[in-house]
């Protein structure tokens, strides 16, 4: 064997030795934590997509969704009456296993002529149907509500609640077809920013928190199959009526809205759920 080729052998053997000895140095650990990504760059909205009630996916009507100093924002300042356009802004990416964390606000005043019910209420739509497959006139996508509400100021109104439009959940062991569902959150007043959590396993179990703390839990979300969306939804899935997962949107229902965090974090799929 030649000088030159005795030197590349033992270099090798030197190299072979470093990975059994630090393994950690030639790849990144199978079993590293989840970590949270980003889902808003704070400059624009790459990577969501407006649908609101009467218009085209993708048209943003009264530039309702919008990036100002880094904040994300649903505003109704380009609005001279409501007029029932209930918007979404859907992220590009369907998920099922997950943990999400978004820090909101709600201010200013209720657009004109704005539902009395609608009043610093917006919220995060989960398991959301594909929003291509949406109505031109459909209001809310088929999926599960974590609705985001804001007080009045006075009266006691939790936030991080449960809604279903086009579907149900799972409660205490019973198939629930209440629409909204309290949470047990604290009411948060004025124009104060809450960080909010949402843990989703799937078609198993779903939980909300509220300043860190668990404020609601069901499980089993699944279409219901006397809405006439859902319906169709279930006739393309050969029947299958239980949600594992779906898009996610933030929404627009009159009034203003801020979000300065949006983040998710992946989880591994899990055969058990606790």
Request: aromatic residues 10%; negative net charge.
């Amino acid at each position: 064997m030649n000088q030159k080729m005795n030197r590349w052998y033992s270099g090798l053997i030197v190299i072979f030795s470093l990975i059994i000895l630090f393994p950690g140095c030639s790849s990144q650990p199978e079993n590293q934590a989840p970590q949270w990504i980003p889902m808003f760059n704070g400059k624009n909205l790459d990577g969501w997509t407006p649908k609101i009630t009467g218009f085209e996916l993708g048209e943003n009507y009264g530039n309702t969704f919008r990036v100002e100093e880094g904040i994300l924002k649903v505003s109704f300042d380009q609005y001279q009456d409501f007029g029932g356009h209930f918007g979404h802004l859907f992220y590009k990416t369907p998920y099922s296993n997950y943990k999400m964390r978004i820090e909101y606000r709600f201010t200013g005043e209720q657009a004109p002529n704005g539902p009395g019910w609608a009043f610093r209420n917006s919220g995060i739509m989960i398991h959301c149907q594909d929003p291509a497959t949406m109505r031109k006139d459909q209001d809310f996508p088929v999926c599960i509500e974590v609705q985001l509400l804001g007080g009045n100021g006075t009266d006691p109104r939790p936030t991080m609640n449960l809604c279903t439009p086009g579907t149900h959940v799972v409660m205490n062991g019973q198939l629930e077809k209440t629409h909204c569902i309290n949470s047990k959150s604290e009411t948060y007043h004025g124009d104060q920013w809450v960080h909010a959590e949402i843990e989703v396993h799937g078609g198993k179990v779903i939980r909300h928190f509220a300043e860190g703390q668990l404020v609601l839990e069901y499980e089993q979300p699944q279409l219901d199959e006397s809405d006439s969306d859902a319906k169709k939804l279930i006739e393309a899935r050969h029947g299958e009526k239980l949600l594992t997962g779906g898009y996610i949107s933030l929404q627009a229902e009159s009034h203003p809205v801020e979000f300065r965090l949006v983040e998710i974090m992946p989880l591994p799929d899990t055969p058990e759920v606790e």
